[in-house]
């Protein structure tokens, strides 16, 4: 059972924004303001609160690590350029370690003949962070299923 109602693409472009304008935020926008610019863009408030949720939780384990990982040509043929930029971009962010990266190459890697797309890769990242934050849920935490989930 998923932890947030979203564990999709939607969370990690939504992460990815709060990673990439949180000194602007900090400095000239309110919280209010963000929500209002990510509902325009047509995300919803319970996407919003589950990716702000992911982002804190990633934020407070930031493990700014120095240099970047480096594909070798094998790794590479395994992802769409998009898909390796995007695992580059989260990690300089601090928001992949090197093991949830090395997670990822293995899982790819598996697949031989297979080319992941942007999409698969949000989709595998999605599932690695929420997977983190909800270990870092406290015990009690309740947080409202939707009409998807399975009872």
């Given amino acids: 059972m998923n932890t947030f109602p979203i564990a999709d693409s939607t969370l990690v472009d939504i992460v990815l924004f709060f990673a990439e304008n949180a000194e602007q935020v900090a400095v000239h ?3 209010d303001e963000v929500r209002e610019k990510l509902i325009l863009n047509g995300y919803t408030p319970s996407q919003i ?3 702000f949720f992911v982002f804190t939780n990633s934020v407070q384990k930031r493990n700014f690590e ?3 990982r480096v594909f ?3 790794e590479l043929s395994n992802f769409e ?3 390796a930029s995007l695992v580059v971009k989260l990690q300089r962010h601090g928001l992949l370690s090197y ?3 090395e997670a990822l190459v293995m899982r790819a890697m598996i697949f031989e003949e297979k ?3 942007l999409t698969e890769v949000k989709m595998m990242i999605a599932m690695m962070l929420s997977q983190d934050a909800s270990a870092a849920l406290p ?3 309740f947080i409202p299923m939707d009409d998807n989930c399975i009872h």
């Fill in 49 to 51: 609160d589950s990716a």
């Fill in 115 to 117: 080319m992941f797309s």
């Fill in 29 to 31: 926008d309110s919280s």
């Fill in 81 to 83: 350029p998009e898909a």
């Fill in 99 to 101: 093991e949830q990266i």
């Fill in 66 to 68: 120095t240099g970047i």
């Fill in 139 to 141: 015990s009690g935490f």
């Fill in 72 to 74: 070798t040509p094998e």
